[in-house]
């Protein structure tokens, strides 16, 4: 888990061409660990331009094919093609689309040779999508980052970074319109656990809560960044009332391509 063996098959193959420039993101992404909690019906691949786009999806519908895969296009168009794949027995959704080349972190290897988004611009994504549109998957999903890659605070302090239309609170505002979901609305989702609707909201309360008094708590030369420990090897969130320096952590903006955390001695 979380990847299908059919999905794992496919991501295998494809997996010779895929490049910092054309990786694997969206739910498949998140949930690539085998501990996650969510299966997701498609791949989704970024690409850094339009032209990436049709590129990557001509070399690996070429190899889909030449493997006895067959590839319906649904959508065509600029930056974006749709397909479903299958080998007459499963078939799934392959996304091929254009995002920004703005991120935190450069794209790293899958244990499979390819190329995936790293887990904190899966983290910071996931929370501007949510913000997006009301979705249960992705509720199922911010949660899951909340816990494992970073609290909601840090990821709304630097999801400005990449949307600047947002400020920390005017973001967090839009997340308190969502969580609302029903039992059989989540019901629909192929979970790896079962959901707690009640555990669930009582973590989302407290995750706005904490996240709005970060947000009012941080000042405003740090707007954008996530916190980085040397140490710990990892982002993190940093302490009140104590400075960065003395908690060993360094700010980390992001660039075009991504770029790796300044590690001071």
Same mark, same amino acid.
């Given at each position: 888990m979380p990847l299908t063996d059919f999905q794992r098959t496919v991501l295998a193959l494809?997996?010779?061409t895929r490049a910092p420039d054309s990786y694997l993101a969206g739910g498949a992404a998140l949930h690539f660990a085998p501990n996650s909690v969510r299966f997701s019906n498609a791949l989704d691949f970024f690409h850094d331009s339009p032209e990436r786009v049709a590129a990557a999806f001509a070399e690996d519908t070429a190899l889909l094919e030449a493997e006895s895969y067959k590839v319906d296009v649904e959508i065509s168009q600029p930056g974006f093609i749709r397909a479903t794949v299958g080998d007459g027995h499963e078939a799934m959704r392959i996304d091929w689309a254009h995002d920004t080349a703005w991120r935190f972190m450069p794209p790293v290897r899958d244990s499979m040779g390819a190329f995936l988004l790293h887990e904190i611009d899966l983290a910071v994504n996931k929370t501007l999508a949510l913000a997006g549109r009301d979705e249960p998957r992705d509720f199922v999903?911010? &949660?899951?980052?909340?816990? *494992?890659? &970073?609290? &909601?605070?840090? &990821?709304t302090w630097a999801a400005v970074a990449k949307d600047p239309g947002f400020t920390p609170l005017s973001l967090i505002e839009l997340l308190k319109r969502r969580g609302r979901h029903r039992p059989a609305e989540?019901? *629909?989702l192929n979970l790896a656990v079962p959901y707690d609707p009640i555990t669930s909201k009582e973590q989302w309360l407290r995750a706005l809560e904490n996240a709005e008094e970060f947000a009012r708590s941080r000042p405003t030369d740090e707007l954008g960044c996530l916190y980085y420990s040397p140490d710990l090897g990892r982002f993190t969130l940093p302490l009140p009332g104590v400075g960065l320096e003395a908690q060993g952590l360094v700010v980390h903006f992001g660039a075009p391509g991504g770029v790796l955390p300044r590690v001071t001695q």
């Open positions: 494809l997996a010779p999903d911010i &949660l899951f980052v909340h816990e *494992r890659v &970073l609290p &909601l605070a840090g &990821l989540m019901e *629909r």
